[in-house]
């Protein structure tokens, strides 16, 4: 599955249900869970059940949502409590693990395409075969938890359209498998090409390889936010917080309003 961002510069006309990311502070692939969580109204069991659906014993019960603030503010995040793994785990493992799933044939597709855009970027920065690349920290078991999950949830919300804001970063360093990197981590760079950026007030990583690779595979578009009738909504924390920058992602969903609400010169007739 070949995956496009697409980027747009105005306000830009949908139909149907949109789903829209705003990424104050970036986005980390357990933002993106709690998001589409929230954004389906899930109850814990009913979380639980999409989790046995990837079909690896070691993530029962692993997965919670909660409540935290930040600076006073409440919003939502993730609790993920798995098991050590020392398994450095290959593209044509994990694919393995996905198709073996009971996962729906569009959600193991898109966790596929989540997966393949991660093993063409380590492949380009490590200079090995796709196949062969050994994910480190993607290859965890969050990893594989994260990006399974954020498809089956979005497959299940089905939203026609997902827009999301410029992605923010910061200056300053990464630590990985490899040490310290300078931010944004070089996967995450390879991923970045045609997508809109800007500066952020924060330092260190903001956008992480699974949250980037995601939004591609989910065919996310890029600008301001829709023209769209709110029906759904949640602010999002991540694990990290930043001093003096704004923290967390809003998250929302609803139908497309534009008819109703056109950009602000939109069908006017000039002299």
Not at 66 to 90: F, M, N, S, Y
Not at 131 to 139: A, K, L, N, P, S
Not at 179 to 186: E, M, T, Y
Request: proline share 7%; net charge negative; glycine share 10%.
């Amino acid at each position: 599955m070949t995956s496009h961002a697409h980027v747009h510069s105005h306000q830009v006309h949908h139909s149907g249900q949109v789903l829209t990311v705003r990424a104050a502070s970036g986005l980390s692939g357990d933002m993106m869970l709690a998001g589409l969580a929230r954004m389906n109204n899930l109850q814990p069991d009913e979380l639980e059940a999409e989790v046995a659906l990837i079909g690896l014993p070691a993530l029962a019960g692993c997965l919670r949502l909660e409540q935290r603030k930040v600076h006073g503010v409440l919003g939502w995040g993730c609790i993920v409590d798995l098991p050590h793994e020392h398994a450095h785990r290959t593209f044509a493992d994990i694919r393995t693990i996905i198709e073996a799933s009971s996962l729906k044939p569009r959600a193991r597709e898109l966790a596929v395409a989540a997966f393949a855009l991660l093993a063409g970027a380590e492949s380009a920065v490590h200079d090995q075969a796709p196949d062969t690349v050994h994910f480190h920290e993607v290859g965890a078991l969050d990893s594989i938890l994260d990006i399974c999950l954020v498809s089956s949830l979005f497959v299940r919300l089905n939203p026609d359209h997902l827009v999301c804001s410029p992605l923010p970063l910061g200056d300053g360093g990464v630590h990985c498998a490899h040490g310290w990197l300078p931010a944004p981590a070089p996967a995450v760079l390879q991923l970045l090409e045609n997508v809109p950026v800007c500066g952020f007030a924060g330092q260190g990583e903001t956008i992480t390889p699974t949250a980037m690779a995601l939004l591609k595979a989910l065919d996310a578009s890029f600008g301001p936010w829709p023209s769209m009738r709110i029906t759904r909504q949640a602010l999002v924390y991540g694990g990290k917080i930043f001093p003096d920058a704004p923290n967390g992602a809003i998250w929302a969903y609803g139908p497309d309003d534009s008819e109703t609400h056109p950009p602000t010169g939109a069908g006017a007739d000039h002299a």
